[in-house]
């Protein structure tokens, strides 16, 4: 089993930063590749960005590509999503996910772990 936790979300204004952190533990041997999701109210869940755990191969989805830059720390079992300029449109609950045996996954159906999610509001 692979436990994840995420962290740093909050309100920020339209235009700030937010760093959100991913924890994981657990069998984290199992993990190939992590990634970010995100869901406002009432829509499904949408894809962010991806990482494996090399870090070789790197997805970010068209709405925040040049805003957002996931990264992770081997070391420290983490990874991040740094989030730039941020719209309100940004607004969403967003979820980390872990997966073994994929070299990337962009749809919620590759993920077979998920954290609880950490909501961020940016206001206008």
């Known amino acids: 089993q692979v436990q994840l936790v995420e962290s740093g979300g909050g309100l920020v204004q339209a235009g700030g930063s937010l760093t959100l952190s991913c924890a994981a533990s657990?069998?984290?041997?199992?993990?190939?590749?992590m990634g970010w999701f995100r869901q406002a109210p009432g829509k499904e869940r949408e894809f962010v960005a991806t990482?494996?755990?090399?870090?070789?191969?790197?997805y970010v989805a068209d709405s925040v590509k040049g805003r957002f830059t996931i990264s992770r720390d081997s070391a420290k079992n983490t990874v991040y999503l740094q989030m730039n300029s941020l719209k309100p449109e940004d607004t969403a609950v967003y979820y980390c996910?872990?997966?073994?045996?994929?070299?990337?996954?962009?749809?919620?159906?590759?993920?077979?772990?998920w954290g609880r999610g950490t909501q961020v509001t940016v206001s206008s």
């Open positions: 990482i494996s755990w090399s870090g070789t191969t790197i």
């Open positions: 657990g069998n984290i041997f199992a993990i190939n590749v």
């Open positions: 996910a872990a997966a073994g045996g994929l070299d990337t996954g962009l749809t919620a159906k590759d993920y077979a772990y």
